[in-house]
């Protein structure tokens, strides 16, 4: 009889693209079996915790890539000790799939890394940073050689122009940032929605891009991608005035022509 030797890994699912460029690097290892998909996601809204994202675009990006979803709901707010009871409950379910390894697309900051590894402590399972200090500059244009392509959706008014909101991802872009932003939004500056890459590819209806403002001056800007309908009011795409300013964008990749997710 033969025993695979791939260890089963849950991967941490942002929605964006650090999470899915780790599904990529994750699937290049031999020993390794991608077998679950890990986000959390805001129970009155809906929506990915960190991004966002809607709940059934999460679950598309979870049917293209072939990796089934574990969706960890949590409160609005939510304090310190509901998100760990909630990881509690996570890693029982993780175990009792067989699951050994559980990787994280982090870059660079430590107590991250400290936390998470503190976290799976004693747990049998063994944290995994595909990503992780990889200099910014040589993982975005990794990024899009390998690919993958965006329309930025959301911008910090504080360092870009509100001319950044909609624009591709692409070698353009990351020529015309300032040198003070970084071109994967580390240190909070982005957040991404991947919907295209190596790891699997997406099909959406067609979607314009509109720059909105939120309020106060140091709000972000959001590019909403909606229908062209003249009677639709606009709607910023964030969960409530605390939303994260950042940079950030729908990832694509397809061969045959630009799409958008709704």
Request: with cysteine; proline share 5%.
């Amino acid at each position: 009889m033969e025993h695979s030797c791939e260890k089963k890994t849950w991967l941490s699912w942002s929605s964006g693209k650090d999470s899915a460029w780790s599904l990529y690097r994750l699937r290049q290892q031999p020993d390794i079996e991608v077998t679950g998909l890990v986000t959390t996601v805001n129970e009155r809204h809906q929506r990915v915790a960190m991004h966002a994202v809607r709940l059934s675009l999460l679950q598309a990006q979870s049917e293209a890539a072939g990796v089934p979803l574990h969706v960890v709901p949590i409160p609005s707010p939510c304090s310190n000790e509901a998100y760990e009871a909630a990881m509690r409950r996570l890693i029982e379910e993780a175990k009792e799939a067989g699951v050994t390894q559980m990787a994280f697309g982090d870059l660079f900051l430590e107590d991250i890394r400290a936390y998470r590894e503190r976290q799976l402590s004693g747990t049998g399972i063994t944290p995994l940073f595909p990503l992780w200090q990889i200099p910014t500059d040589r993982l975005a244009r990794e990024m899009v050689a390998g690919g993958l392509r965006a329309v930025i959706t959301c911008i910090d008014p504080r360092h870009l122009a509100s001319t950044f909101a909609g624009r591709t991802f692409d070698a353009a872009f990351l020529s015309d940032l300032p040198k003070e932003v970084d071109p994967c939004g580390e240190r909070g500056s982005s957040i991404a929605l991947q919907s295209r890459g190596r790891c699997f590819a997406l099909r959406s209806p067609s979607r314009s891009a509109r720059s909105l403002r939120g309020t106060g001056l140091s709000s972000p800007i959001f590019c909403r991608r909606q229908k062209r309908r003249s009677d639709e009011k606009d709607s910023a795409c964030r969960l409530d005035s605390g939303a994260l300013p950042c940079l950030g964008g729908l990832f694509i990749w397809n061969d045959g022509g630009r799409e958008r997710l709704s």
